[in-house]
């Protein structure tokens, strides 16, 4: 570890963060939101909310990633580009980013499967949470339904934060 | 595993830090409420955002529209090559289709003509069943539990919300938003969407609610015996005045206790073009999206005859 940590890398001279980079946090959000523009047309909605996903894994890369209120404005883009009951996603979202600010200060220690467990709690959540939002428009689909979009949210989620570090090392030019 | 650093919550002794810290926390709070402000308001009264979320399908449909369009080619490319492989059997095939076509084609012109003859000495009056705009399904909610999908026409092109929308070989659902070059379809599909119905095979009215998961719930209006069987055919029966009767909505593949699931007979993944055609009744075209009634009486819905 420290010896390569003393090693030096090459290419890394003279090579700070990004332009932007402040802001690729929040853009990559609105990209992921905006993958429910492809053309898929599915008999049931299966895949995950992937705007969701990148925010949570943005969200437990960094605390200071966002201020925590653009969930609201993001949230607001997501309705837009999925189509969801306009703020949905604005409730939803902001309230992830009040959880993780608690699950900060309540967790002492981190490590890849605390970060993944609370992932997939907030997915649950979420799903539930859409469960009820389709209920009260209307549409009462049976509990179990909800089922096969979180357990492959909650596969997908390390494949999201694995691109989101990635995202992360780009940024910041290391 | 890594300890977590204490300073989100205790920024050290400055003000400035502090107050910042505090008033994220309180717009986040307020994005929270806000949101569910916003929520309610969108579920009460779904056509406060029409302008706004009409605008936000202008802007994106034509983004699903053209990526579709390259996977229609890639697939259109790939079924083409497959049917140059095995050009020699389809066409023997196809020949035989065709003379038994052919033959068909005579007994039903023969029973148009008498059909002609017989709406004369009723004298019923055809509906016109002009289509008002034809369009492309791009793409559709695969990250929810609604079924949505987006149709690249709008109300440039006459589409209005409650408007049916059909393919060609059956019904595909109803427009719910519009914007000006494109709207959202809520399909059969959709739990929220229930059509009234009856069997091909005697015309035993029947309501077909969407499952959700590409299928759908069917329930005779009468309680009794279960009269379906697998293979059986549903096609729209014209009560509640939205739909336009006859055209073709399921097929029965399961029965359960008291009713069966189909699944519809349009795929609008498969479907070339979607037609937008108006309301089956003027009446239903003022009144935006009219629910068609709810299937908890188990009574007789007057059913009206079919033009």
């Known amino acids: 570890m420290v010896r390569s940590a003393l090693q030096q890398r090459a290419g890394t001279i003279n090579r700070g963060p990004r332009r932007a980079a402040l802001y690729l946090p929040a853009a990559s959000v609105v990209a992921g939101s905006a993958l429910a523009l492809l053309p898929i047309i599915a008999d049931a909605g299966w895949a995950p909310d992937l705007g969701l996903l990148t925010l949570i894994a943005w969200r437990l890369l960094r605390a200071d990633a966002w201020p925590a209120w653009w969930a609201a404005p993001l949230g607001l883009a997501n309705d837009l580009l999925v189509g969801s009951p306009l703020g949905q996603s604005v409730a939803l979202w902001s309230f992830v980013m009040l959880s993780l600010d608690l699950a900060d200060r309540r967790t002492l220690w981190r490590d890849y499967w605390i970060e993944w467990l609370l992932a997939a709690m907030l997915l649950l959540a979420s799903e539930a949470f859409e469960w009820r939002v389709a209920a009260w428009g209307g549409a009462s689909v049976p509990g179990n339904a909800i089922l096969p979009p979180l357990i492959i949210s909650i596969i997908a989620f390390p494949l999201v934060a694995g691109i989101v570090g990635a995202l992360d090392r780009w940024r910041l030019g290391r | 595993m890594a300890v977590v650093p204490p300073p989100a919550s205790r920024p050290g002794s400055s003000r400035k830090a502090q107050y910042g810290l505090f008033f994220g926390l309180i717009a986040t709070i307020a994005g929270v409420l806000v949101g569910l402000v916003l929520l309610g308001l969108s579920l009460v009264a779904p056509q406060r955002y029409a302008a706004l979320r009409g605008a936000a399908l202008d802007l994106t449909a034509p983004i699903s529209g053209s990526l579709r369009a390259v996977t229609t080619t890639i697939d259109g490319v790939a079924n083409g090559t497959a049917d140059y492989w095995d050009a020699a059997r389809q066409n023997g095939e196809l020949k035989r289709v065709n003379a038994l076509l052919a033959q068909r084609i005579i007994q039903a012109r023969a029973v148009q003509l008498e059909n002609a003859q017989l709406k004369a000495t009723l004298q019923l009056r055809e509906r016109s069943t002009e289509p008002v705009a034809t369009g492309r399904v791009v793409s559709s909610s695969f990250e929810s539990v609604r079924r949505f999908a987006v149709l690249s026409v709008g109300s440039g092109d006459g589409v209005a919300i409650g408007m049916p929308v059909r393919a060609a070989t059956g019904l595909i659902g109803r427009i719910v938003e519009t914007g000006r070059f494109a709207s959202r379809i809520l399909l059969i599909t959709d739990r929220a969407n229930i059509v009234p ?81 108006r309301p089956f009744e003027p009446l239903a075209e003022q009144a935006p999206a009219p629910p068609p009634p709810p299937p908890s009486p188990p009574k007789k819905l007057p059913t009206k005859a079919p033009a």
């Not at chain 2, 096609?235 to 359960?256: C, F, K, Q």
């Open chain 2, 197 to 277: 119905a009856k069997l091909l095979r005697g015309g035993l009215p029947v309501l077909a609610t969407g499952r959700g998961d590409g299928s759908l719930d069917v329930r005779p209006l009468e309680v009794g015996r279960n009269p379906f069987k697998v293979g059986d055919l549903l096609v729209t029966s014209g009560t509640g005045g939205l739909y336009p009767p006859l055209i073709p909505v399921a097929r029965i593949v399961r029965l359960d206790d008291d009713g069966a699931v189909a699944v519809p007979l349009a795929d609008p993944a498969d479907a070339s073009f979607a037609i937008v055609e």
